[in-house]
């Protein structure tokens, strides 16, 4: 038997992915979204403040907003927890998409939405004292530092919010970053660093979190003058930046030095016909949630005027 033919598998549940499916739904094309979660980077956040329309809303509150709107389109199939593995090309016009567990399923294309992960500092320590210290989650995990010296690793927004997160609770907070500016915006930057407990180390290089049973402090070294020095600590948030979600392309699509895939931004066309991509695991330098979901409608209407051309095509309209 023919496996079921999809006009457009969405891959991710985040924003881009949602606002996709909602678009592509609407466009009636057949449409699969094949995800991990309904959820997105900005889950962990507690309060998200630009998220246009709300006020305020936290990152839980998003994610269930996003899936309840995706799900109110019964005609959207949906697969949660369905990481994607590999895509390769069935012909010159259907696309085969493998979920973990091995189901194969066709489209005549694809939206790759799925984001982004947290980098690691790949430094001893860090694995084998996670979640024993060593966090990535201010919102789930600050309440566990009440009255503790925590260090952040980091400079942009995320490394600030965790600060933000860790004053209500940490005594000291050492913010450890590798230049000599923070990257986050204004607002954001000055609410972290107005505290006295708040500390800056600037141009170092973490090298190793230290402890046995649990996190006692990390060693870095200071760039200039390659001193290595101690930091007493009992909590390190590692806050570096993240790594796009794009391996299972990366044989099929361009993508650049960080493995973010190359889109034509007009049209959210990845370097290969068919296939669009749209949020954090695309090239575009703002990493934001309405800005992920602008993302993701243009691919989506990208998609529908692909598939609308494709069909009119033999052998395209009927082969598979
Ligand atoms: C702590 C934190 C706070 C933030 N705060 C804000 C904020 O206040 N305002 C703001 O605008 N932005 C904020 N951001 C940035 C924002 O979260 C991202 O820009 C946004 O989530 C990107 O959306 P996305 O849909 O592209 O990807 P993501 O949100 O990363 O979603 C990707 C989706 O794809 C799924 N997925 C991943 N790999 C696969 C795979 N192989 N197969 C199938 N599914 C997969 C994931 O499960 C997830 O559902 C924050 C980010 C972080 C980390």
Same mark, same amino acid.
């Given at each position: 038997?023919?496996?079921?033919?999809?006009?457009?598998?969405?891959?991710?549940?985040?924003?881009?992915?949602?606002?996709?499916?909602?678009?592509?739904?609407?466009?009636?094309?057949?449409?699969?979204?094949?995800?991990?979660?309904?959820?997105?980077?900005s889950?962990?956040?507690?309060?998200?403040?630009?998220?246009?329309?709300?006020?305020l809303?936290?990152? +839980?509150? #998003?994610?269930?907003?996003?899936? *309840?709107?995706?799900?109110?389109?019964?005609?959207? $199939?949906?697969? @949660? %927890?369905? =990481?994607?593995?590999?895509?390769?090309?069935?012909?010159?016009?259907?696309?085969?998409?493998?979920?973990?567990?091995?189901?194969?399923?066709?489209?005549?294309s694809?939206i790759?939405?799925?984001?982004?992960?947290?980098?690691?500092?790949?430094?001893?320590?860090?694995?084998?004292?996670?979640?024993?210290?060593?966090?990535?989650?201010?919102?789930?995990?600050?309440?566990?530092?009440?009255?503790?010296?925590?260090?952040?690793?980091?400079?942009?927004?995320?490394?600030?919010?965790?600060?933000?997160?860790?004053?209500?609770?940490?005594?000291? +907070?050492? #913010?450890?970053?590798?230049?000599? *500016?923070?990257?986050?915006?204004?607002?954001?930057? $000055?609410?972290? @660093? %107005?505290? =006295?407990?708040?500390?800056?180390?600037?141009?170092?290089?973490?090298?190793?979190?230290?402890?046995?049973?649990?996190?006692?402090?990390?060693?870095?070294?200071?760039?200039?003058?390659?001193?290595?020095?101690?930091l007493?600590?009992?909590?390190?948030?590692?806050?570096?930046?993240?790594?796009?979600?794009?391996?299972?392309?990366?044989?099929l699509?361009?993508?650049?030095?960080?493995?973010?895939?190359?889109?034509?931004?007009k049209?959210?066309?990845t370097?290969?016909?068919?296939?669009?991509?749209?949020?954090?695991?695309?090239?575009?330098?703002?990493?934001?949630?309405?800005?992920?979901?602008?993302?993701?409608?243009?691919?989506?209407?990208?998609?529908?005027?692909?598939?609308?051309?494709?069909?009119?095509?033999?052998?395209?309209?009927?082969?598979?």
């Open positions: 038997m023919n496996p079921k033919v999809y006009d457009t598998i969405i891959i991710g549940g985040g924003p881009a992915g949602c606002a996709a499916a909602v678009y592509t739904a609407r466009k009636k094309l057949r449409t699969l979204l094949l995800t991990e979660d309904f959820a997105g980077q889950i962990s956040a507690a309060a998200i403040e630009n998220w246009i329309g709300d006020r809303i936290s990152g +839980i509150d #998003l994610a269930k907003k996003l899936e *309840n709107h995706v799900r109110a389109y019964p005609e959207i $199939d949906i697969i @949660t %927890s369905a =990481p994607v593995v590999a895509v390769s090309e069935a012909s010159a016009c259907f696309f085969d998409v493998v979920a973990k567990g091995g189901e194969i399923f066709r489209t005549r694809i790759a939405a799925a984001g982004a992960r947290r980098r690691r500092l790949g430094v001893p320590g860090e694995a084998e004292l996670e979640g024993r210290g060593v966090a990535f989650c201010s919102t789930c995990d600050a309440p566990f530092f009440q009255d503790s010296n925590v260090a952040v690793v980091g400079s942009g927004n995320a490394a600030l919010e965790t600060v933000i997160d860790l004053l209500p609770f940490a005594k000291d +907070i050492y #913010l450890l970053l590798r230049g000599d *500016n923070l990257k986050g915006d204004a607002v954001t930057r $000055d609410r972290a @660093t %107005s505290s =006295p407990r708040v500390t800056l180390i600037t141009n170092v290089v973490v090298e190793a979190i230290l402890g046995e049973k649990s996190v006692t402090g990390l060693s870095y070294r200071d760039i200039g003058n390659r001193e290595l020095r101690e007493s600590v009992d909590g390190v948030f590692v806050e570096i930046g993240s790594v796009p979600n794009s391996e299972f392309l990366r044989d699509v361009a993508t650049n030095e960080s493995g973010e895939i190359t889109v034509d931004h049209t959210a066309e370097s290969k016909p068919g296939i669009f991509a749209a949020g954090d695991v695309t090239s575009d330098p703002f990493k934001q949630n309405n800005i992920a979901a602008g993302d993701g409608i243009r691919a989506a209407l990208s998609a529908y005027n692909h598939v609308l051309n494709i069909k009119k095509h033999s052998p395209c309209a009927e082969s598979l």
